[in-house]
């Protein structure tokens, strides 16, 4: 398909290849600058930042159970840290530059070790000045493997993504302090793509069971995704598998930072085109992921699939009785702030806005030496976190999962990451049962950079 400059400025799509590596080849992981070619054939390649070389840098892979170790080597020019991204980890190795570890300084290095507990979908990315350098490239996809994998054909790990590049230059177009990105709904790109491919394909026999890892590795975009000569089903979120595998009869939302594992059946006949689809911003539905049928796998369907096994420490229990505590969602663009507290003084919103303070936690403006509340280990916890704000949210928590309760006392799934709609309000549920420092944070990382973070402690 050939692109034009037309469709290039109006945001279709791009993004490198990144090949998946076996965990035991990959003992180091190197962030470097490269040059890759993120526009298609004819526009210029575009320096970024890497690991590895690679946009999105390598796949990881690791059996569940087993102990990941990895030396990142810093040979960028900036400070720079790794966030295991959904890892129920050793709060040392979070990777949260400014309050679990130091940055990592140019030419020097920092050892990650942790075991891996659960098995599922995770991903890996900068956590220091994360707005740039996960804009730049530095990310990538940490597979955790089942004893016992679903009944499935193959295993394809999708990374989506988008870019905002000049089309004339290949380069960035990089001024991610901007404050109106990051008082209104963040840094969206004008191409989108998934591993590292403009134009992504697959091929694929009618009848053939996939699984699809879906990660959102965009530092904004809200994904909506659909399926087309394909029948699925959503088996996992944020790497937790579901109770029942759930059929895909509606659109598909993907926030910053969220994950979901589909099981889809080919269901387009040999010479048909299937696919994974985004809505575009010109509301139409564009091709992301291509599904080429060549040939037939099998004579039937087989089913829905069977439920993905358990990880460990899945229940919330003791919700009911647990103490609420409030947290509203607060400032950005046509609603500001009165004030809010930054570096330990009550700033007023002018004042705010000065130091690029835009948003705020519970009338926090970035990390505060005083943790938003100190929880003991053990203790059932909820958090309301009430969107005061016009924009949606993509609210991560760390080290720990938690479930969303509803209005009428249900639990939901359980995830990492929760998407906070404007002017509504999400409780969520946890078992603190991970000690340490604990960021959250809204993952529409310009947002993040400028206010929407706060911390827990956990004894």
């Known amino acids: 398909m050939k692109m034009t400059r037309r469709a290039f400025c109006a945001g279709l799509a791009a993004v490198p290849l990144a090949r998946p590596t076996q965990a035991q080849d990959m003992a180091l992981l190197t962030a470097r600058a490269a040059t890759v070619q993120l526009a298609p054939d004819g526009y210029p390649a575009t320096p970024v930042w890497s690991y590895d070389g690679t946009i999105p840098g390598p796949v990881i892979r690791a059996a569940q159970g087993s102990r990941l170790q990895r030396r990142l080597v810093n040979t960028l020019e900036v400070p720079t840290s790794v966030h295991w991204h959904g890892i129920r980890i050793d709060n040392a190795m979070d990777g949260v530059a400014g309050l679990t570890q130091n940055a990592v300084p140019p030419g ?61 230059t290949g380069l960035f177009v990089d001024d991610f302090a901007a404050p109106m990105a990051r008082s209104h709904g963040g840094q969206i790109g004008n191409l989108v793509g998934v591993n ?76 048909e085109t299937a696919g994974l689809l985004f809505a575009a911003a010109d509301d139409t539905w564009r091709v992301l992921a291509e599904v080429s049928v060549e040939g037939r796998a099998a ?82 916890a909820r958090i309301r976190m009430t969107n005061n704000t016009i924009f949606p949210h993509a609210m991560h928590l760390h080290g720990m999962h938690f479930r969303e309760r509803k209005a009428d006392g249900s639990l939901g799934p359980l995830r990492d990451t929760v998407l906070v709609m404007p002017n509504e309000t999400t409780e969520i549920a946890f078992v603190a049962d991970n000690p340490g420092k604990w960021l959250l944070h809204c993952h529409m990382l310009g947002h993040a950079a400028s206010g929407m973070t706060n911390w827990l402690m956990v004894t």
Request: net charge negative; no cysteine; aromatic share 8%.
């Open 108 to 168: 020097e290095s920092f050892d990650y070790a942790f075991d891996l507990p659960d098995a599922g979908t995770y991903w890996y990315h900068a956590h220091t000045n994360s707005m740039e350098q996960v804009a730049r490239g530095l990310s990538g996809a940490l597979i955790i493997e089942e004893a016992t994998p679903p009944d499935v054909d193959r295993d394809e790990v999708l990374m989506i993504d988008d870019w905002l590049l000049d089309p004339n």
């Open 299 to 380: 004579s039937v369907l087989r089913g829905a699939p069977q439920p993905l096994p358990r990880n460990p420490r899945m229940e919330v229990v003791g919700v009911d009785a647990a103490s609420v505590l409030e947290m509203p969602l607060q400032g950005g663009a046509m609603r500001g702030l009165e004030s809010a507290a930054f570096n330990g003084q009550k700033l007023t919103w002018q004042e705010l806005v000065q130091q690029g303070q835009f948003w705020a936690l519970a009338g926090q403006a970035g990390l505060g030496e005083v943790p938003f509340a100190t929880l003991s280990r053990g203790e059932t």
């Open 196 to 271: 590292g491919r403009y134009d992504y394909r697959l091929s694929a026999r009618q009848n053939e069971r996939l699984r699809l890892r879906l990660i959102n590795l965009a530092n904004a975009q809200i994904f909506g995704l659909k399926l087309e000569g394909l029948t699925g089903w959503t088996v996992a979120l944020d790497g937790m598998p579901l109770d029942t595998p759930e059929p895909v009869t509606d659109t598909l939302v993907l926030a910053p930072a969220q994950r979901m594992d589909l099981i889809v059946d080919v269901t387009a006949e040999e010479g």
